[in-house]
């Protein structure tokens, strides 16, 4: 069984842009949470998605900002980024119906010059 | 507000026992979970106490207090590889997790 994909695993972008991050979770898993990792913050959820809809979201700014799609494959967007939004971005999923057990991907680490 | 308080760092021996503490403070707490991430790698999964009391898996162990709203993880039997930082988390509305403990094994 296939673990939770994430592409790409780094990048460099420059203060301004923009940043698509993608997650491809487990078969069969239509939950999907994405987490900001740092080292002065901890792992700081995001939001999350399930079948489609944003179940729940955190407290980050408007910048922010997520998709899931019909086959359960995620997105998260940051738009005009800053220097703070260096961090690693994790990506899991869960089987629908459980409150743990998250399985993580390996993370895209984001880089803002 | 939610908070799940661990120490920063820990240094054991290998071979040795460490037990690494988790002090919670959550509304609608359901359970506790820990996990183990390697640097640059992802957090892995590793226990799970929905009840008091303890739970074995291998040479960790997992142990819950919800009266003391409390939990530990314990780590047997010390290997070089355990060295990584560990976080204790607990389901709400999303998955919330601890402060993260860097744990070291030495020779």
């Known amino acids: 069984k296939a673990g939770v994909t994430q592409t790409p695993r780094y990048l460099i972008k420059t203060r301004g842009q923009q940043v698509t991050l993608s997650c491809s979770p487990i078969?069969?898993?239509?939950?999907v949470s994405w987490y900001q990792q740092t080292p002065g913050q901890g792992l700081q959820f995001l939001f999350e998605y399930f079948s489609e809809t944003q179940r729940n979201k955190g407290n980050f700014p408007g910048r922010f900002s997520g998709r899931q799609f019909s086959n359960s494959r995620s997105e998260m967007n940051v738009s005009t980024l800053e220097l703070g939004d260096s961090a690693l971005y994790l990506c899991?999923?869960?089987?629908?119906?459980?409150?743990?057990?998250?399985?993580f991907g390996s993370g895209t680490r984001l880089t803002v010059v | 507000g939610q908070s799940l308080e661990q120490p920063s760092e820990v240094t054991a021996v290998e071979g040795a026992i460490v037990q690494i503490n988790c002090t919670y403070q959550t509304s609608g707490f359901y359970g506790l979970s820990w996990y183990q991430q390697h640097d640059g790698g992802a957090p892995t999964f590793l226990s799970y106490?929905?009840?008091?009391g303890l739970e074995e898996t291998g040479r960790f162990s997992s142990f819950l207090s919800r009266s003391d709203s409390y939990g530990y993880l314990l780590l047997q039997e010390l290997q070089m590889k355990d060295s990584a930082s560990y976080f204790c988390a607990a389901p709400s509305d999303n998955l919330f997790f601890g402060t993260g403990t860097r744990l070291t094994v030495i020779p």
């Open positions: 106490n929905a009840l008091d």
């Open positions: 078969s069969g898993h239509r939950s």
């Open positions: 899991a999923s869960m089987e629908s119906g459980r409150s743990y057990g998250y399985t």
